[in-house]
């Protein structure tokens, strides 16, 4: 029972609840899908790092690693059955956005230092080929330290934009983990004192300057939890301007400590939140370079690029007769029911996860999350601005 409802509320950033919260109408973008057209290879950038901060769209092995993490869904078969045959902690079948981003940027990593590290699980040997340069969880265990050369993944799945306290001064309870946005602020901070304190670095060399900061996506989940415990459209609107004013103030303090490139994701097309919460966002994100001129803040356009996926599924080689078919799960219309959902017991992976845009209910596949970081990278999210 307690597994149940937690399943039941383990709803990370939703592409599916949402056709059941809102018509269609309300959830349109203005603005068209980008046709799909060869475009020239970007420029490619050289980051020193990423740190990324998020929910399940970004973790890489944080929540599972929590007190709760082994009830978390995505933490049993068949998650990561792409990957290594186990899975790593990715709420879906293999990677995620920020894996493929990360390869993009052509980090410097270390595999022989992964190699010798005692935690191989994460890191076995397919993985490795690949030579992911995936900034690491940073739950992760390890004696001495793990490598953080390359960034750190402060992303964790369930979490929310908004401390879970005053989530619950307005009646939403987080189910999953309390390590909220400013949460993941203080490990971030945490770290970086500790950095400047054994490298003695922070002043003649400061990571933070060549390193790429992800801030989000984030706020889904405030919108998912409302929605799921009875708040009305009225109530999940009222958080927009308080999960808004909470990103912008994590993109101030990044920034004031030195990061000058920062990618400030919008929210997946999900429920009717997410236009007043992207436009929200895009305003508060003008404010901001107004107000820092020398750095670049860029909007990774989540929604377009979720909408362009859908648009154009036929030429990237999904199965267009079942479009909102879940790959892994069991019931109802759509193969989707919160009562058996993916990573329980005798709920089973479809034979053909590439064929298939969504996951698991909640989340995308690794083939429509690779679809959507390649539209985010030709539209030139991730260029050296400065
Ligand atoms: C990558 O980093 C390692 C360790 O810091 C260094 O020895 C190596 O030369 C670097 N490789 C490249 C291609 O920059
Ligand atoms: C979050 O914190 C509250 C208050 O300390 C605690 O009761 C709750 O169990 C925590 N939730 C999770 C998912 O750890
Ligand atoms: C939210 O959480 C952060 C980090 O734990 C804490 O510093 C801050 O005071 C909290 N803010 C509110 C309004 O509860
Ligand atoms: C749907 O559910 C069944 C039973 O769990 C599974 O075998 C099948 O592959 C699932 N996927 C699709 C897309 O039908």
Same mark, same amino acid.
């Given at each position: 029972?307690?597994?149940? &409802?937690?399943?039941?509320?383990?709803?990370? &950033?939703?592409?599916?609840?949402?056709?059941?919260?809102?018509?269609?109408?309300?959830?349109? %973008?203005? +603005?068209?899908?980008?046709?799909?057209?060869?475009?020239?290879?970007?420029?490619? /950038?050289?980051?020193?790092?990423?740190?990324?901060?998020?929910?399940?769209? *970004?973790?890489?092995?944080?929540?599972?690693?929590?007190?709760?993490?082994?009830?978390?869904?995505?933490?049993?078969?068949?998650?990561?059955?792409?990957?290594?045959?186990?899975?790593?902690?990715? /709420?879906?079948?293999?990677?995620?956005?920020?894996?493929?981003?990360?390869?993009? +940027?052509?980090?410097?990593? &270390?595999?022989?230092?992964?190699?010798?590290?005692?935690?191989?699980? $994460? !890191? %076995?040997?397919?993985?490795?080929?690949?030579?992911?340069?995936?900034?690491?969880?940073?739950?992760?265990?390890?004696?001495?330290?793990? &490598?953080?050369?390359?960034?750190?993944?402060?992303?964790?799945?369930?979490?929310?934009?908004?401390?879970?306290?005053?989530?619950?001064?307005?009646?939403?309870?987080?189910?999953?983990?309390?390590?909220?946005?400013?949460?993941?602020?203080?490990?971030?901070?945490?770290?970086?004192?500790?950095? /400047?304190?054994?490298?003695?670095?922070?002043?003649? $060399?400061?990571?933070?300057?060549?390193?790429?900061?992800?801030?989000?996506?984030?706020?889904?989940?405030?919108?998912?939890?409302?929605?799921?415990?009875?708040?009305?459209?009225?109530?999940?609107?009222?958080?927009?301007?308080?999960?808004?004013?909470?990103?912008?103030?994590? =993109?101030?303090?990044?920034?004031?400590?030195?990061?000058?490139?920062?990618?400030?994701?919008?929210?997946?097309?999900?429920?009717?939140?997410? @236009? $007043?919460?992207?436009? $929200?966002?895009?305003?508060?994100?003008?404010?901001?370079?107004?107000?820092?001129?020398?750095?670049?803040?860029? !909007?990774?356009?989540?929604?377009?690029?979720?909408?362009?996926?859908?648009?154009?599924?036929?030429?990237?080689?999904?199965?267009?007769? %079942?479009?909102?078919?879940?790959?892994?799960?069991?019931?109802?219309? !759509?193969?989707?029911?919160? @009562?058996?959902? /993916?990573?329980?017991?005798?709920?089973?992976?479809?034979?053909?996860?590439?064929?298939?845009?969504?996951?698991?209910?909640?989340?995308?596949?690794?083939? =429509?999350?690779? %679809? @959507?970081?390649?539209?985010?990278?030709? *539209?030139?999210?991730?260029?050296?601005?400065?």
């Amino acid at each position: 029972m307690a597994k149940t &409802s937690l399943v039941l509320f383990l709803v990370l &950033s939703s592409f599916f609840i949402a056709l059941l919260q809102c018509d269609a109408r309300t959830h349109r %973008s203005r +603005t068209q899908p980008r046709p799909l057209r060869p475009q020239p290879e970007p420029q490619r /950038c050289k980051y020193d790092g990423i740190f990324q901060f998020g929910d399940s769209i *970004s973790d890489t092995g944080n929540q599972i690693l929590e007190p709760a993490g082994p009830r978390s869904p995505c933490a049993h078969n068949p998650y990561g059955q792409k990957l290594i045959g186990e899975p790593t902690g990715r /709420c879906s079948n293999g990677r995620l956005m920020i894996d493929f981003i990360g390869a993009l +940027t052509n980090i410097n990593v &270390s595999i022989l230092w992964r190699l010798l590290h005692k935690h191989l699980v $994460y !890191y %076995s040997k397919p993985y490795l080929e690949l030579g992911l340069p995936t900034p690491n969880p940073y739950l992760e265990p390890g004696e001495p330290a793990v &490598s953080f050369n390359h960034g750190v993944n402060f992303a964790v799945a369930g979490s929310t934009a908004l401390n879970t306290s005053v989530l619950l001064q307005n009646g939403i309870l987080s189910p999953v983990t309390n390590s909220s946005l400013l949460v993941q602020l203080d490990w971030f901070l945490a770290h970086y004192q500790n950095l /400047c304190e054994t490298a003695k670095n922070c002043e003649t $060399y400061n990571i933070l300057k060549g390193s790429l900061f992800m801030v989000g996506e984030t706020g889904g989940n405030d919108y998912n939890y409302a929605f799921l415990q009875g708040k009305s459209i009225e109530d999940a609107t009222a958080l927009v301007p308080l999960v808004v004013n909470n990103i912008r103030d994590v =993109a101030k303090k990044l920034i004031d400590l030195g990061a000058t490139r920062l990618v400030v994701p919008g929210n997946f097309p999900i429920g009717c939140s997410p @236009m $007043y919460h992207n436009q $929200y966002l895009q305003d508060a994100l003008q404010q901001l370079r107004l107000e820092y001129p020398n750095v670049a803040i860029v !909007y990774a356009d989540y929604y377009q690029a979720a909408e362009w996926v859908l648009t154009n599924a036929p030429q990237l080689g999904f199965e267009t007769k %079942s479009i909102l078919k879940v790959c892994c799960g069991t019931g109802g219309d !759509y193969n989707f029911s919160l @009562m058996s959902m /993916c990573g329980m017991e005798g709920v089973f992976a479809c034979s053909d996860p590439d064929q298939y845009i969504n996951w698991d209910g909640v989340h995308l596949t690794e083939k =429509a999350y690779q %679809s @959507m970081a390649d539209w985010l990278i030709k *539209s030139q999210v991730f260029e050296c601005i400065v």
